[in-house]
Structure formats: structure tokens, C-alpha cells
């Protein structure tokens, strides 16, 4: 049975939470603040983290970046506030995805399977004989093992990042529309998402570029997208 992790101060959110889980056979635990909900993220085998951004001690961009430190473990942000911003910093932390309160439960639930059965993919993609290596100017991609080298010296990507990099590696020369890299890799259409794609193009390239500024990988098509170059 998979364990999910719901740290949610409001404990009435977080019950309901729970029930519409229990009912799909999830085992959930509920941590009412973010110093509990963190050492337990951190200590524990959790599938999942449903994480409210607005908790009473350390807020959940916290919570986020540290268990990201350590963990891939899928992580769903949950808050009440709709601004933009606060969508792109928690994606930009490693969050895999953002929801907006007030949300129906199975709208949640549904985003909660998602993303562990795309999480169960990448982790069955490591099998050996599903091994394949790109390497293109000093760039290496090892699409079985996840992990990426520049020059030989290995960089750390986050899943989705890992994700937006391979899906551009793949379409070489081809300019790829934001619109079509959000649907591709998060699995839904953007409506109005796009800025998410950027702030992980961003991450990309602060680690694998001399100089992010004037990259030599990734390249920025005004207006519409990105296209790697080789």
C-alpha cells in the first residue's frame, strides 16, 4: 500500500484529505506543522507529500527545498493564495505540482495518482536493459540511470528537469513551443502554466551552462519557446 504524508495545519483539510484517500486504499499520515512534517519526510518511506505552503512555524518552500535536497519523493504544494508567483517558487524549489485551495478531493486525488504512476515509470525506466546514453558537446544523458555529466563532472537535476532537458535532447534543432513542453511533461494542458517551463529552464541551465546568461544548449525563441542545439 503506497504512504502518502499530508502536512496540513488545518486539521479539518487535512481529515477530508485523508478520507477521499483512504477510500482509493492510499495510507496516509497527517503532520499538523512543518517541523514534524519535515523530520518525518525526512526519516520515513513516503510515496507522496501533500504540502501546505502556509503553515504555522516553517512554511512549506521550506519543507520543499529540504526534502528535495535528499529525496526525488513526489511532492503536491497546496495553498490558498492564487498568485503566480508563489506557483513558480514552489515549482522552482522542485515541486512537482501546485494546486490552488479551494479544490474538490478528487481533483487531488486524481493529481495524487498521476503523479505517482509517472513516478513509477521514471523509477522502472532504470531497469539495464532500458539503458541509453546521449552525449552531444560534453553533454551526457543517461536516460535508464537519470543522471547528467557536463564535461564529466555530474550535475543534479530534478525529475522534471531531468525531463524538460531529455524531451529537448530528443528534438534536436527543433523549436519547441512552451506550450507543448508543459503538456508533454507534466501530462495536462498549460492553461496559463507556461511560466512553469521557464523557471525550470532557468534551473537547467544554471547547471549545465558556462554561462547561463549566453547558453550554448538551450536556446530562448522569443515569443514561442525553446530548441537545443546541436
Known sequence: MQRILIIEDDEAIAELEKDYLEVDNFSVVIENNGKAGLNRALHENFDLLILDI??????????CSEVRKVKNTPILLVSAKKEDIDKIRGLGMGADDYITKPFS?????????????????????????NRNVIEIRGLKLDESSRIVT?????VQLSFKEFDVLLYLVKNPNKVIPKEELFEKIWGQESCGEVNTVTVHIKKIREKIEI???????????????YRFRV
Do not use: C
Open 54 to 63: 502556509m503553515l504555522p512555524d516553517i512554511d512549506g518552500f521550506t519543507v
Open 105 to 129: 478531493p478528487g481533483e487531488l486525488v486524481a493529481r495524487v495518482k498521476a503523479h505517482l504512476s509517472r513516478f513509477e515509470r521514471l523509477i522502472g525506466s532504470n531497469a539495464p536493459n
Open 150 to 154: 557536463v564535461n564529466g563532472e555530474d
Open 211 to 225: 554561462e547561463p546568461s549566453d547558453p550554448q544548449y538551450i536556446e530562448t525563441i522569443w515569443g514561442i519557446g
